[in-house]
């Protein structure tokens, strides 16, 4: 196993920093290899937001939560979904290029592009040395980060990502069976092969957090995700994102 594959493995969260913020030299470092990441057609449909001001960090903390690591960390990456700067292209080429910007294909691109370039972020801070949390409870008030960063037309703040020196160390959370993800040649619809692999799942996931709680938790996998998804959360989702632009067509 090389030294990249050992740093994809040992990936786990971090929720606690030490007051110790990120050089420059190191953000350029993290950015510059999200931007090594693939992008569809060279598209580069995304941007990042680098939040230092302590106190935006600590509104933008209060949005995702009250999510104290959103607040006290080495650095605060916000990702977005951007076509704005295709706007502007549009305008420097004088083509009208307002149905492809406006479609779910291209949000589509926009999202994935943002997201393979936050995990090329998260691995190369990691071979670093330094610990990261993606933060998705920014969408609990996208207006309200919209607001605070400015943010114009066709741009859609995605999720946030802390960075900085892990003050504490958490386990790794055990992820699902191998074959309950990889499917070959087609979609394994056995759903009685599924509930069998998804009941030694609830059981490692069992023991994984009373090990980890000192029996205080013992919560099953499907149980937290049927619990979670009962309850319908960031509905005005679509009608934000078709208010920036987005998802028209």
Not at 66 to 94: T, W
Not at 198 to 214: D, F, G, V
């Amino acid at each position: 196993m090389n030294s990249v594959i050992e740093t994809i493995m040992n990936h786990r969260s971090i929720r606690k920093f030490e007051e110790k913020l990120l050089t420059d030299e190191q953000i350029r470092t993290i950015v510059e290899s999200a931007q090594a990441a693939s992008t569809s057609s060279f598209i580069q449909a995304y941007s990042i937001i680098g939040v230092k001001d302590p106190e935006k960090k600590k509104k933008l903390s209060e949005i995702a939560g009250n999510q104290s690591y959103v607040e006290h960390n080495g650095h605060f990456f916000v990702f977005c979904a951007d076509l704005h700067r295709h706007h502007v292209i549009s305008q420097m080429e004088e083509k009208d290029l307002s149905t492809s910007l406006e479609s779910t294909e291209k949000f589509m691109v926009a999202t994935i592009d943002a997201a393979l370039a936050a995990q090329n972020a998260v691995l190369a801070a990691e071979s670093m040395g330094l610990g990261a949390c993606y933060i998705g409870g920014l969408r609990n008030n996208l207006d309200e980060v919209s607001k605070l960063l400015n943010i114009p037309p066709l741009v859609v703040p995605l999720f946030g990502i802390t960075v900085g020196y892990p003050a504490q160390m958490t386990d790794k959370k055990p992820r699902l069976p191998f074959e309950h993800i990889y499917h070959e040649d087609e979609y394994n619809q056995n759903e009685s092969l599924f509930k069998e692999e998804l009941l030694a799942y609830n059981q490692i996931i069992s023991e994984y957090y009373t090990n980890r709680t000192n029996g205080k938790r013992s919560d099953t996998w499907t149980a937290q995700m049927a619990n979670m998804l009962e309850k319908p959360v960031r509905m005005y989702m679509k009608d934000f994102v078709q208010k920036q632009g987005f998802n028209k067509q």
